[in-house]
C-alpha cells in the first residue's frame, strides 16, 4: 500500500491562484474513500483545508476558504485536486492530502477532522510571496 502524493506546490505570487494534484490508490473493490486536504503553516498546527467523498457528491471546506477554494476528484483517473484562487502569503504552508478509511463516515464534522485520515502524502510546498 502506497502513500496518496501530491504534487503542484511552488512559488505563487499574491492574488495568484494555484492547482495541487494527488494521486490516491483504488484501495477497495467496493467503495473509494474520502480525501482531505490539509496544510501545516509555520506556526506547526496542521488545519483543515477541504475534502470531498469518496463518490465525489459532496464537499467540505474550511470556513476561511470558502469561495476561493475548490476540491474535486477523478476516481477513473484515481486523482483529487485542490484548486485555490486569491493567495495571500498567509497561505504558505505544506499542503497535504490523505485518504480516509474503505467505509464512510457517519458524521460530517469527520470530513474535517485530522484524525479521520488514515493515509498521509508526504505534503507539497506552497510558497505565496507578498
Known amino acids: 500500500q502506497v502513500r496518496p502524493a501530491e504534487s503542484g506546490g511552488g512559488l505563487v505570487q499574491a492574488g495568484g491562484s494555484l492547482r495541487l494534484s494527488c494521486a490516491v490508490q483504488p484501495r477497495d473493490r467496493f467503495s473509494v474513500r474520502a480525501v482531505g486536504w490539509f496544510r501545516q503553516t509555520p506556526g506547526g498546527i496542521r488545519d483543515f483545508v477541504a475534502s470531498?467523498?469518496?463518490?465525489?457528491?459532496?464537499?467540505f471546506y474550511a470556513d476561511s476558504l470558502k469561495g476561493r477554494t475548490t476540491i474535486s476528484r477523478d476516481n477513473a483517473k484515481s486523482t483529487v485536486w485542490l484548486e485555490m484562487i486569491s493567495l495571500s502569503p498567509d497561505d504558505t504552508a505544506i499542503y497535504y492530502c490523505?485518504?480516509?478509511?474503505?467505509?464512510?463516515?457517519?458524521?460530517?464534522?469527520?470530513?474535517?477532522?485530522?484524525?479521520?485520515?488514515?493515509?498521509w502524502g508526504q505534503g507539497t510546498q506552497v510558497t505565496v510571496s507578498s
Open positions: 490523505a485518504e480516509g478509511p474503505a467505509a464512510s463516515f457517519s458524521r460530517d464534522y469527520m470530513y474535517s477532522a485530522e484524525t479521520s485520515f488514515i493515509y
Open positions: 470531498i467523498t469518496g463518490s465525489g457528491s459532496r464537499t
